[in-house]
Structures are given as C-alpha cells and as structure tokens.
C-alpha cells in the first residue's frame, strides 16, 4: 500500500473516532439525566438485568466484524465508566490485586472503579452491609473443588443480596526466574492450586520440591521473584504485576477449571427474563420435608439447577439455585407456601446453568 493510502485510511479512523468520542459523550449526557431520576426515587444505579438487555440488543442487530464477547467487552466498560461518572463506586473483593476475585470484579465494574482489597469473605459482607463499599465480589464455587463454606455462611448471617454472578475460566502458570525446571527447589501458591495442578507437578517432577502454602497466588508470585530457586503457581495477571517470568501457561489439570463469583449488595434486581434465583433453606425436623419441597419444585414447573447440603453453627441447611425470579408467579407461590423455611438470597441475570 502507497503512503497517500495509508494516510486515507488513517484519515478514516481518526475521523471515525472523533464522532465516537462526540457519541459517547452525547451518551453519558443522558446517562446523567437518567442519574438524576434515580437519585430522586432512590433506584440503583447498577442494575445487571437491564445491561443484559441492553447487549442483548446490540447482538441481534450486529453485522461486523465484532463478535457478542467483544460487544460485552466494549460496552460492560462503557457501563462502568456511565456509573463512575454518575457516583463513583468502591467495589471490595476478597484477595490482593491480581487475585481472580479481582479479575472477575473487574469484569463487571471496569477499570475506573474504586477496588477495596479484602483479607476474608467476611470483611468483604462487612464492608459492603456497613456501606463502606457499594458491592462486594465473593466466590460462591470452583467446578474441581466445591462450594466455599465461608461464603454460604456470610450469606446465611448477613442481609445482603446476589446481584449478579460472573463466572471465570480458571488459568494457572508456573512462574520463575529460573531458567529450567530443575532449578526449582520450591514453589509457592494457595492449597487449592497446588491440588488442580497436581498432574503436572507429577509429570516434571515438581511434586518432589517443596510446597509451601500461601494465602494468595499474588503472593505467591512476590515471594518467588525474591527468593531463588523458587517459582509461584499464579495467574497470568499476577505474574505480570510482578514481572515474574512465565515458565509455562495452563498447568492446570482440567481444561475447563472454572469459578463462579457472585456479587453483592443491598438492592434487589427487577425481572430480565432469563434470571437464576439462590435461596438457603432449612426444613422442619418431620419426615420427608426435603421431598415435599422438592417435589412442589416439580409441580410448579421450576428448573432446580443446583443443591448443596451444607452445616451451619451446626444446623443442615440446603444451598439451592433455580431457574427463574422472584417475580416469577410460580416462583411466589413456592415462596409463599415455604416462607418459614427459606432465606431468599437474590435473583439475578443468569451466566450458567451450572459448572
């Protein structure tokens, strides 16, 4: 291509993002006028259900070259940045910087929001029912290890609602400054990525070295970049933030290691019609109460997608997720005739069926 084509086509970007850039603004205008009647009804200003609806849109009218993870990528930022500008927003989430609780706040909140590094599931109830963040970012599950019992049980005390799940492929790296594997005389990481890679820690020979448990894989790449022949099991993102070297990528056992996140707050959503529902349960002690309840599920037509028996202050509570809102008239009359025995949790856009 001669330069005088070049030159065109740069003329063409530049001239397309300048009415970008006029757009948006046009669009935050709006969004602020949007703000204003919120502020004066008391609505909240993230609301999941219509954002979805929103890219839902947009997907079914598209025909470029943009795909829908690209078109939710695009416009998720805008969203975040609509919000910002509106009322800027801290967001706690459990772990360090780099954690993929982090990365999946960052996923639904953007780059300009405010983040809160949290040491427990607990802290990150406490400062969001105490109003000193506006959402908390919290896992809810791993597809190899289970559900986490410390987010069943802040869920089962406070009265906060699930606003939103995110869902994450879950990626682990070997990180080092060690040139080659048998330099590595120890590695450091959390227990759990120590157990979804053990496959091939056997197959290098590295389940022989020492393993040393941390409270995070972020610092588990700090502490390898300090220490000789050392090496972390972390994410991409903290090995970057380190500048620790990547030894290999995906080490992890399972190609389809996933986590569910959920995110919390003190409001609940509307309807989007495509919602999934959490409840805890806890039945009368009388003879087939799990049955009835379960079968009344069936009769009003619900899709149960998950349900986990868990103990809490040593009481048998039931975590189940279902298809559906609160809304929902079939779902009001379960609601109703359980009332005794179910905490409603929150009813949310649906990402998964489950994973």
């Known amino acids: 291509m ?4 070049l030159k065109e086509l740069r003329d063409k970007l530049d001239s397309i993002d300048n009415e970008l850039l006029k757009l948006i603004n046009e669009r935050m205008e709006i969004v602020h006028q949007v703000g204003v009647l ?7 200003i993230y609301r999941p259900e219509r954002e979805k609806a929103i890219i839902d849109r947009l997907d079914t009218l598209n025909n470029g070259k943009l795909n829908r993870k690209a078109i939710e990528a695009l416009f998720l930022e805008i969203f975040a940045i609509s919000r910002n500008i509106e009322l800027p927003e801290n967001i706690a ?3 360090p910087e780099g954690s993929f609780t982090h990365q999946a706040a960052e996923t639904r909140f953007g780059a300009m929001s405010s983040y809160i590094s949290i040491g427990s599931i607990k802290g990150v109830f406490r400062e969001v029912s105490t109003k000193k963040a506006r959402f908390g970012v919290i896992p809810i599950e791993n597809s190899s290890n289970g559900i986490v019992s410390d987010t069943i049980n802040c869920l089962s005390t406070y009265n906060l609602k699930i606003i939103a799940e995110v869902v994450l492929d879950i990626h682990h790296t070997l990180a080092t400054t060690c040139d080659k594997v048998t330099d590595i005389k120890r590695i450091y990481s959390k ?8 496959s091939f820690l056997e197959n290098f020979g590295l389940d022989e070295v020492e393993h040393i448990p941390v409270e995070s894989t972020t610092k ?3 502490l390898a970049l300090n220490e000789p022949n050392s090496a972390a099991i972390c994410s991409h993102v903290g090995a970057k933030i380190y500048n620790l070297p990547i030894l290999f990528e995906n080490i992890e056992d399972k190609d389809n290691n996933k986590t569910r996140f959920f995110i919390v707050s003190d ?4 309807q989007s019609g495509n919602d999934k529902t959490s409840i805890l349960v ?3 002690n009388t003879p087939g109460a799990l049955v009835d309840f379960l079968l009344d599920f069936k009769n009003e037509g619900i899709d149960l997608t998950k349900i986990k028996s868990h103990i809490v202050e040593g009481v048998s509570i039931f975590f189940i997720d279902f298809n559906g809102h609160k809304d929902d008239e079939n779902i009001k009359r ?8 179910i905490k409603f949790l929150g009813s949310y856009v649906k990402e998964v069926d489950d994973i």
């Open 220 to 222: 588990a790449a700090k």
């Open 93 to 95: 989430f459990l772990g």
């Open 191 to 198: 227990d759990i990525a120590f157990e979804q890679c053990h």
């Open 38 to 44: 919120k502020a004066n009804s008391g609505g909240a």
């Open 267 to 270: 409001f609940e959503n509307a």
């Open 282 to 284: 806890k039945f009368p």
């Open 334 to 341: 379960i609601f109703n005739k359980h009332k005794d025995s």
């Open 2 to 5: 001669s330069e005088k084509g």
